[in-house]
Each structure stands twice: as structure tokens, then as C-alpha cells.
């Protein structure tokens, strides 16, 4: 049976570092499939950064901050409405939830988020809610088509990897069992999810790769303003320690005592800002690196198109959507050998990988690039073609689009 109407549900939507979501949600309604879009919390302006952002922003339902009659009159009709699953929600928010006093408190909260969720899926007539990441969207998620069952059905797609850290907090077998079916960002996601639930549930873990638009990433011509500029080096990520950005600081402080003339810019916003200021400092490339902040999706493809390398040095990763992009604009990518980028760079054909936290590593892979422009030119064409193949926005959004109506 066909969806008429679905919901994409997150923690926040909007967000500067999820445009991969708005993307999907545009490919589906592209599609013909009827999206509407909903958030546990609104968006603080941060988040909300370029013209799509921002009419995302104004179309997007919010259940926080909390509206209390609203809260009462959505848990009032689904007690009069759905008095079974409203009580067997209930009973499952109480029994299932992480270690703790805490654990069980913010499933009360879920609960109460869920009753909302539920009352205005109804309203909408959606009868199916997709969520990204296995988080508290998840769990609210989760509980509303307890309520609403069988007419509201649900699904997540799985990122990782942070989620694989901590299982019995994001409660993932449960989360498995529960969905509709689960779309895991790679095989390496799957395998995973895999380990945490009976082999009778694991054709319901599919992949579906997140994608890119070949055509809004598309390859420029490289503008220089003359034969001594340096060489520009990019990499775009939350600044968390996760990402590494600090051997790369290091690595171009290297590169010129070496005689090499580079410079990096960062972007990204995040907690390590601080320390990755720090490490400016310290190896004295105030010159040389610049911290560019948050930058939205109006503004990032100019950063690529003045890329000459792009990295990503991760310590572990989900399926990078900037390395993506990165490659999609023909720029030759050097990045890690963790999780699931294996499946997204071959590396020496589509891109380099060199190991996590490896300094000499990753300053003999930027010497050969830097030293060999055939090669950076070589390997940006084939990390252009490995998108096209497998990582096209649209190829994923028809996968979803098939589940999300019922196919197999």
C-alpha cells in the first residue's frame, strides 16, 4: 500500500551539519513523494544558513518548547482515541529506557513528546514518520507509532558512529525490532546493527547510501591569481577531537619548513575550536591556517571550487557526506581508513587513505599530492565518477522512496 504523506522527523531540522537530510527531502518531493517535515526542538539560527535552511525553518513543526495545552490536548485524544496504544506506550516508555533515575525521566519526557508527535501525524494525515540517526528522535519516534499502530508506521536511517559506542544507551536492537525496516548508511553500518539483533531481523537493515547532487556539486575550473599562490587545502567538519583537524595543523606546519607552499582552511564550528587555536599558535601557521566557522550550502561550494586537496582525517566516521561532496567537485580527497569511508574511496584509484592518527602518514600522501598535479587530477576524475556511480542523491532517494511505499 502507498504512503500518501510522510513525516521526516529529527532532533533539530533545519541543521548546518545535516544538509544531507534537506537534500533527501528534496529529492523524495522532487519524486512525488508528499514530505513534511517536524523537530523535537526548533533550530537556533546557527543552524539555519542558507535560503533552503531557511524555508525549512518556517515549515517545519517543532514540539519544544512545550506548549501545555497543546501537550494536554494531544495526550487527551490519544487516551480517548487510542486508549490501548496510549497505555501500551506508556508501559514500554517505563520499561525500556537507559541505565538510571535520568534514563527513566527523559522517557517520561519521550512520552509526553511522542503523545504530540502522535496527535499531529494525525492531524496531517501521515501515516508513516522517518527519522535520521537512532537518537531521542528516535525514541519519540518510537513511542508515537506505539500509540498509533498499525496506521502509523516508522523508520530510521543509521549513521553511526557514535551510536555504536554506547548501544544500551541509544537501546539500538530495540530500535531494529521496533522499525519498519532501518536504512543504514553502509554495509560496515549494517554489519553493525547486525550484531545487535536476531538474524530474523536483519533483511529489514537495507543500505542506502546518503547522496549528493552531481549537479550542484559539479567541477570548476581552478582560478588562480598567479603561478606563486600556495597550495589550498580544505577540510569541513565539527570541530570535535574525533575529526583529527590538529594533525593537519601540524601537517602544514611541516610541509613548510619543507619548502611547500600551502595553506588550509577549516571549517566547521564546535567545543575544540579552542584547542585547534591553540595548535595554531603553537606550531606559528597564524599565516597559514585560517578557521572559516559554520558555512552553509550557499556558501560551501566556493570553498570547494578553490580546493586543491581536500581532508578529512577522522579518527572514526560514519559515511562522510563532505568527503562526498569533496568528490563530486573532481578535488582529490585524503582521508582515513576507519568504518565505512572504505566504501566511499578506493584508495590510490578515487582518493588516498592513509591510517587514523598517523602524522607521517598523512604528510607523505600530501607530499605526493602536492608534488604531482596529474595524480590530484587523476584522482579527483575517478572520486567524480565513484559518486555518480553510487552516491547520487537521487539513486537513494528512489530506494527510499520504494520503502517508504511498501516495496521490498
Not at 517545519?60 to 490536548?73: E, G, K, S
Request: glycine share 8%; with cysteine.
Amino acid at each position: 500500500m502507498k504512503t500518501a504523506r510522510i513525516a521526516y522527523f529529527a532532533a533539530r531540522y533545519p541543521h548546518v551539519s545535516h544538509a544531507f537530510v534537506l537534500r533527501e527531502v528534496i529529492a523524495l518531493r522532487r519524486l512525488g513523494v508528499t514530505v513534511e517535515t517536524a523537530a523535537v526542538r526548533r533550530s537556533e539560527p546557527a543552524h539555519v544558513v542558507s535560503e533552503a535552511d531557511r524555508h525549512a525553518f518556517r515549515t517545519t513543526f517543532a514540539i519544544l518548547p512545550p506548549r501545555p495545552l497543546q501537550v494536554v490536548l494531544a495526550h487527551a485524544h490519544a487516551l480517548l482515541r487510542r486508549p490501548s496504544g496510549y497505555l501500551a506506550a506508556l508501559r514500554f516508555a517505563l520499561r525500556h529506557h537507559a541505565p538510571g533515575l535520568k534514563g527513566r525521566l527523559w522517557q517520561v519526557f519521550y512520552f509526553l513528546e511522542a503523545g504530540v508527535l502522535w496527535h499531529w501525524c494525525r492531524r496531517r494525515g501521515i501515516r508513516h514518520v522517518h527519522v535520521h540517526f537512532a537518537n531521542v528522535a528516535a525514541d519519540v519516534a518510537m513511542l508515537a507509532a506505539v500509540i498509533g499502530a498499525p496506521e502509523l508506521r516508522w523508520s530510521f536511517t543509521m549513521h553511526g558512529s557514535a551510536e555504536f559506542f554506547d548501544v544500551s544507551h541509544y537501546r539500538l536492537g530495540e530500535k531494529v525490532r521496533r522499525a519498519d525496516w532501518v536504512a543504514c548508511i553502509s554495509d560496515f553500518c549494517r554489519s553493525q546493527l547486525m550484531s545487535q539483533v536476531e538474524p530474523e531481523h536483519w533483511a529489514k537493515l537495507r543500505v542506502v547510501h546518503c547522496g549528493v547532487d552531481l549537479e550542484e556539486y559539479a567541477p570548476t575550473v581552478k582560478e588562480r591569481t598567479g603561478a606563486e599562490e600556495p597550495l589550498r587545502l580544505l577540510t569541513v567538519g565539527r570541530l570535535v577531537p574525533v575529526k583529527g583537524q590538529p594533525l593537519l595543523v601540524e601537517a602544514v606546519a611541516t610541509l613548510r619548513r619543507r619548502g611547500h607552499d600551502v595553506c588550509l582552511t577549516i571549517i566547521g564550528e564546535g567545543p575544540a575550536r579552542g584547542a585547534i587555536e591553540e595548535a595554531i599558535a603553537r606550531h606559528g601557521v597564524g599565516d597559514a591556517v585560517r578557521l572559516a566557522g559554520s558555512v552553509g550550502q550557499d556558501e560551501i561550494r566556493a570553498h570547494y571550487a578553490a580546493a586543491d586537496i581536500f581532508m578529512l582525517p577522522s579518527f572514526t566516521e560514519g559515511l562522510p557526506v563532505v568527503l562526498m561532496e569533496a568528490m563530486a567537485m573532481g578535488i582529490p580527497v585524503l582521508t582515513t581508513q576507519v568504518t565505512g569511508i572504505p566504501e566511499l574511496v578506493d584508495s590510490d584509484v578515487s582518493g588516498v587513505m592513509v591510517r587514523p592518527g598517523r602524522l607521517d602518514e598523512i604528510l607523505g600522501a600530501l607530499e605526493r599530492l602536492v608534488a604531482d598535479p596529474d595524480l590530484r587530477r587523476r584522482l579527483g576524475a575517478a572520486g567524480r565518477e565513484k559518486i555518480a556511480r553510487e552516491f547520487d542523491v537521487r539513486s537513494s532517494a528512489r530506494q527510499l522512496q520504494t520503502l517508504l511505499e511498501g516495496g521490498a
